[in-house]
Each structure stands twice: as C-alpha cells, then as structure tokens.
C-alpha cells in the first residue's frame, strides 16, 4: 500500500491558463474521489468515479472543470482558462468498496495569480 | 450540504483525554458515522467509523448514543501529534457515494 498519489504538489500558473493534476489511487481501489479545499474550509466533493465512469459532479464543477479515469486506475482533472478563485488544495481520495474508508493524498495546492 | 454540527475549536491537555462531539440529529437508518482528521498541509486521514455500535481500533473509541443523533470520538491519551482538524461524516452507502465534510472542529493539544 503505498499511498493515493498526486502530481503535482504545487502549481503556480497565471489566469486565463489550463492545469491539469494527475492522481494514483492505492492499486485495486475502483472509487475515486476529488475534492477542493480552500483555507480554513472542509474538503468540497467535487466528483466520484467508479472505475472509469464518472457517477456524480458536484454543482461546483463548472464547465471549466472536466476529470477523467480512462482506463479506471490513474485520474486527471483539468481546469481551464484558470481564475484567481480556482487557488485552492485540490484532494483527490480512493476506496476499495462502497463501504471502505476513502485514503486521501496529500494534494495539489494551486495558486493562480 | 453537510448533515453534521460540531463545535468549531477546543483544547485538551496533553495526556488527557480528548472527546470530540458530533450532532447528527438528522441522521437515517441507513447512514453511517465516520471520522476523519486533517493535519495541516496533509490530506484527511481516517480514524474510525460506526452505525450503531460503540467501535475502538489502534486510533481512538467512537461513541454513538442509542438514538444514534449524536456521537462522540474519544482520543484516549492526547498527544500533541493529535492536533488537528477533527471532522464527523454521516455517510450513506448508495452506489453513488457523495462524502460531504463539513468545517469540523480544531483540537488545539496544550503541553
């Protein structure tokens, strides 16, 4: 077990820029999770996969949002045209089944300036 | 939104114990209670969860009164390792599975 993955750490990017971040689920877990948190806040739901299909979009995912897990194992989620708001840590998490506990990584924090 | 309230800070002496509470008056059959805590700069990490029993592991003991509308999370020894970002979860287990966090509670462990 080595841990939920997440690349990168930190990322600086200007407005008006696409990021995208790249999450590794513990091997085997076909849930993942992502989840946005700005200071002094609890972790926002984002979105759910199970294995590749995407179950449920939070009302925060506006459609510079999109996620992905093509294949049900690694998972990318791009913004694009990048807004000062977007800084936050991005979480992304995984469980093994409906009733496991979800592990999370320990973020990206991206900062748009 | 989050169907949980808990106080938004406390303090415990080292070496006490710290309990935690968590209201959930709202709280259906079928949800369970989870626990998660948060060290700053680091992802959440689980303690521990419930849906009617008191439970213990290696973390801490979960306490769920019989009416199951509230619940208490017990560090039993606290060190200043367990300060942190305490949050209680109602989770229900529906194949769309939405985890929602709330504020949660700030445990400040005082030497």
């Known amino acids: 077990d080595t841990g939920v993955s997440q690349d990168p750490r930190h990322k600086i990017t200007k407005r008006g820029q696409n990021v995208t971040f790249r999450c590794d689920p513990i091997?085997?877990?076909?849930?993942l999770y992502w989840y946005r948190q700005t200071l002094g806040q609890g972790p926002e739901f984002l979105t759910y996969?199970?294995?590749?299909?995407?179950?449920?979009k939070s009302r925060l995912l506006s459609d510079r949002f999109s996620a992905e897990r093509p294949k049900g194992s690694f998972s990318t989620l791009e913004i694009q045209r990048t807004e000062q708001g977007d800084s936050a840590m991005y979480l992304c998490a995984s469980s093994l089944r409906l009733n496991s506990p979800l592990h999370f990584g320990n973020g990206t924090r991206l900062t748009v300036t | 939104d989050a169907k949980t309230t808990q106080p938004p800070s406390m303090d415990c002496a080292e070496g006490r114990a710290a309990n935690l509470p968590c209201n959930h008056s709202?709280?259906?059959?079928?949800?369970?209670v989870y626990w998660y805590r948060q060290i700053h700069s680091q992802g959440p990490q689980y303690i521990i969860h419930g849906l009617k029993n008191n439970e213990t592991n290696e973390m801490a003991s979960l306490i769920i009164t019989e009416d199951r509308k509230s619940s208490t999370l017990i560090l039993p020894h606290a060190t200043l390792r367990d300060t942190a970002v305490y949050y209680c979860i109602v989770r229900v287990l529906v194949s769309y599975d939405k985890v929602i966090f709330g504020p949660g509670t700030s445990l400040s462990v005082i030497p």
């Open positions: 709202t709280i259906s059959g079928n949800e369970y």
């Open positions: 091997s085997e877990h076909n849930r």
């Open positions: 996969f199970q294995n590749e299909a995407q179950l449920e």
